[in-house]
């Protein structure tokens, strides 16, 4: 790739426009669909998420990578949702940042008629939402604000978070996504805590992937004979493939046991044929692990 923009004074996350083709992506493994909803796209230097990915990495990833990048080296980081058919089940895995975040991201105000619309039957036919980890862009469209009182946006899912993850967010609420996010969902008896292996159904189980946050999870998709694992933020770019050991060490719970879970979840994908679904990776998300001569890399030909 080309040489990163200097980073010396890592540049903040800014919203850029994604080019999308009229065909959403998607994906089919085994019986299960998989169809991602973006609400929007990120650019910002490398080292204010990961601050050991230098602009000397960036520099050195092969062509691979260059669809994760700008051609200055900024990191192109996506916020969305996977929209998940098993069998009569339909399941959101994180619901992104909302519409009335106070954080410095501001979520897409139209983002739900499109999540919406990609659900055969609407938001009213959701049977489980996936809350990978608690963290303000995975959660914040649990949630609507409308007349001033926080409403769920599936009135009839479950919404399913580790057990680990909830009492951690509740001793310590850093991003401040209880009240708006969690707190209407617990008064009205909508959220399972759930232990970090918990099955919802034959084909999907969730996958202990603790670090980035005390409880956070994964999603495994089996049918078929075929796999596939949404990575919540175990993985937050697919440059952490050929460098597992950069960390998000400003927004990780403990950066040690993430790069423990990095290693651990490479080590079960490299040249398994599994299809990974990036949870913040741009266009083209989805791909598979593959060895190389030094370091593993994105097969994003599937």
Known sequence: MSEAADDAKPRRPVIVHEPEPADALTWQVGDVSVARCLETVTEMSPRYLLPDLSRELVAGLPEWAAPFFTPDGMMLLSVHSFVVQSGDLTVVVDTCIGDHSDHSLAGDAGFVDRLAAAI???LEAVDFVVCTHMHFDHVGWNTRLIDGEWVPT?????????KDELDGTQANDLMGVMEPSITPLIERDMLDAVESDHRIDENLCLVPSAGHSPGHVCVMIESGGERALITGDSFHSPAQFAHPEVSATYADTDSAAATATRLRLLEQL???DAIVLGTHFARPTAGRVRSGPE????????
Do not use: C, K, M
């Open 295 to 302: 370091r593993a890399w994105f097969d994003t030909t599937i």
């Open 120 to 122: 055969p039957g609407g």
């Open 154 to 162: 599936f009135p009839n899912a479950r919404y399913l978070v580790s």
């Open 270 to 272: 490299v040249d398994a």
